[in-house]
């Protein structure tokens, strides 16, 4: 009889744990509220993504110098120099689109690229100096960089369907050196960066 009343007791702790994981399931699945001032269009949404970009920039505008100077390849330190030249490019043009679409040059904070910045200063610090702290630099360059990537291809897009020309035609230019920027990368990287971290 103990033995039933075992059974039994764990068949209500199971019953008890699968129907939290399901009530849990369905509170993720629940639409997400709007928060206060949220885009209620393409328009408003493309402003808000320049503003996010805008502020990216300029956070690596800061960032970049201490990992060039973290980096002891000096392949590395050069591609890190380059990178912060087209970085103080990009915010100008973004300054420029801005200014095409008749709307204040504002940053709000990325969360994204304040956490891709975050790690790359762990990714140093977890790091000896040297080949794996150089290895480590390009993995957190290049998660920039398809960050970028995937932030400015959207952009033009929006841009498009907005007909935003001018607009379009400085973010496809900033897209093309962030996808160059991380062949580079992964060339240095394919080289022999990370064979010598081995």
């Not at 920039?57 to 060039?68: F, H, I, N, R, S």
């Not at 709000?108 to 975050?118: I, N, R, T, Y």
């Not at 841009?159 to 900033?174: F, G, P, R, S, W």
Request: proline share 1%.
């Amino acid at each position: 009889m103990a033995t039933t009343t075992v059974t039994a007791d764990k068949g209500k702790t199971n019953e008890k744990s699968a129907s939290k994981t399901m009530s849990a399931n369905a509170s993720e699945r629940k639409k997400v509220q709007a928060k206060t001032g949220a885009a209620k269009d393409l328009t408003e949404l493309f402003e808000d993504g320049l503003k996010d970009i805008y502020w990216a920039e300029k956070a690596l505008t800061k960032a970049l110098p201490k990992m060039e100077k973290n980096a002891s390849s000096e392949q590395l330190k050069s591609a890190i120099s380059k990178h912060l030249t087209d970085t103080e490019t990009h915010v100008d043009r973004l300054e420029q689109c801005f200014e095409f679409i008749g709307v204040k040059a504002k940053a709000e904070k990325c969360e994204a690229m304040a956490g891709l910045v975050e790690e790359a200063e762990s990714l140093m610090k977890e790091t000896e100096a040297g080949a794996v702290r150089d290895a480590a630099i390009i993995a957190a360059a290049q998660k920039v960089e398809h960050y970028e990537i995937a932030t400015y291809g959207t952009l033009a897009a929006f841009a498009k369907v907005l007909e935003h020309k001018d607009a379009l035609k400085l973010l496809l230019e900033t897209l093309s050196e962030e996808k160059k920027c991380d062949e580079d990368l992964s060339a240095l990287a394919d080289t022999n960066l990370n064979s010598k971290a081995e």
